[in-house]
């Protein structure tokens, strides 16, 4: 489970960061998670209820959006077709990857001192 390892590093970031700005308390982390990432949101989430107790993070919330996979033609831009193959239906060319593949750290709410 390499959510356990995304969550310590998430928590060493929030960390460095609430320290960097005098922070007192962490009280909410919003993270985006590409549906081609390869974390499952459900085990991120358990994971982090498991680690965060002692840490800055102790009293987060953590809110988690699921980010759709885009794919584009890097030719004419065309979109792919739903649930169709990963050429583009336009000019046959293969698709590239837009987004969906993410990880990241989108805000953090904390009180500083």
């Known amino acids: 489970m ?6 310590q590093a998430l928590i060493d970031r929030v960390a460095a960061e609430a320290r960097a700005r005098g922070a007192v308390a962490v ?19 358990t994971a982090f209820e498991t680690f965060r107790a002692g840490t800055v993070c102790a009293a ?6 699921r980010v759709p996979a885009r794919w584009r ?31 990241l750290l989108e805000r953090i709410e904390m009180e500083v001192a």
């Open 27 to 45: 009280y909410h982390l919003e993270v985006s998670i590409g549906e081609l990432s390869g974390v499952e949101c459900e085990l991120l989430a």
């Open 60 to 65: 987060a919330e953590l809110t988690i959006s």
């Open 2 to 7: 390499h959510e356990y390892s995304i969550v």
């Open 73 to 103: 033609c890097p030719r004419c831009a065309a979109p792919p077709a739903a649930g169709g193959p990963l050429r583009c239906p336009a000019c046959g060319a293969g698709l590239r990857l837009e987004g969906g593949d993410e990880i």
